[in-house]
Nanobody
């Protein structure tokens, strides 16, 4: 079992930056691909970014490409989401998630493929 805790959310003006962090409790953190998803009020949860077990491969949603960067530090059991040039439409609750794969290069954009989820952290971008 993996426990995930997000942090770093807050209120920021459009054009600003935030860095989200997700800490994992399990010693098998490096066996999981990681992802970030977000959910705005009244909308379904949507994919933001994912990273492979080793961190060698990443994928971000088209809506955040060029602005957001996902990274991980397996030695610290931590994954990060650096968010730059924030827009009001980036507002929502951001969730960290872990997906188990036997192959090191795999990652996922699908929420239903993730096994564990954090509680979420609120990100609000004002105009």
């Amino acid at each position: 079992q993996v426990q995930l805790v997000e942090s770093g959310g807050g209120l920021v003006q459009a054009g600003g930056s935030l860095r989200l962090s997700c800490g994992a409790s399990g010693r098998t953190f490096s066996m999981y691909a990681m992802g970030w998803f977000r959910q705005a009020p009244g909308k379904e949860r949507e994919f933001v970014a994912t990273i492979s077990r080793s961190g060698s491969s990443t994928l971000v949603a088209d809506s955040v490409k060029g602005r957001f960067t996902i990274s991980r530090d397996n030695a610290k059991n931590t994954v990060h989401l650096q968010m730059n040039s924030l827009k009001p439409e980036d507002t929502g609750v951001y969730y960290c998630a872990a997906a188990f794969y036997s192959t090191p290069w795999r990652m996922s954009t699908r929420a239903n493929e993730y096994d564990y989820w954090g509680q979420g952290t609120q990100v609000t971008v004002s105009s």
